[in-house]
Nanobody
Framework: QVQLVESGGGWVQPGGSLKLSCAAS????????MAWYRQAPGKQRELVAL???????TYADSVKGRFTISGDTTRKMVNLQMNSLKPEDTAVYYC??????????WGQGTQVTVSS
């Protein structure tokens, strides 16, 4: 059973934009936060952006001013608007949901490729 499903990945030229979306199963316990992580080949998975249940957001320094996270933890949905994309943004992007039971749930990942 898939717990989280990501969509919106694909290929884009440098400077372009993509919007990622994620929806979590209603079977997951009430969420404290949802987030986007990414992992490039040979690199560690890193936090890209996070939104808490009260709407507070945080971003990795590398994406500040370019990416915007939005969503609703009550509805268990989160989006990531990515603008001014760079080749360095190429990675598999994973949706993450954190419950008030301290559970971490991961999506299967969606590929984002930024190249000319």
């Amino acid at each position: 059973q898939v717990q989280l499903v990501e969509s919106g990945g694909g290929w884009v030229q440098p400077g372009g934009s993509l919007k990622l979306s994620c929806a979590a199963s209603t079977k997951i316990f009430r969420l404290n936060a949802m987030a986007w992580y990414r992992q490039a080949p040979g690199k560690q998975r890193e936090l890209v952006a996070l939104i808490t249940h009260n709407g507070a957001t945080t971003y990795a320094d590398s994406v500040k001013g370019r990416f915007t996270i939005s969503g609703d933890t009550t509805r268990k949905m989160v989006n990531l608007q990515m603008n001014s994309l760079k080749p360095e943004d190429t990675a598999v992007y994973y949706c993450n949901a954190r419950s008030f039971l301290s559970e971490f749930h991961w999506g299967q990942g969606t590929q984002v490729t930024v190249s000319s």
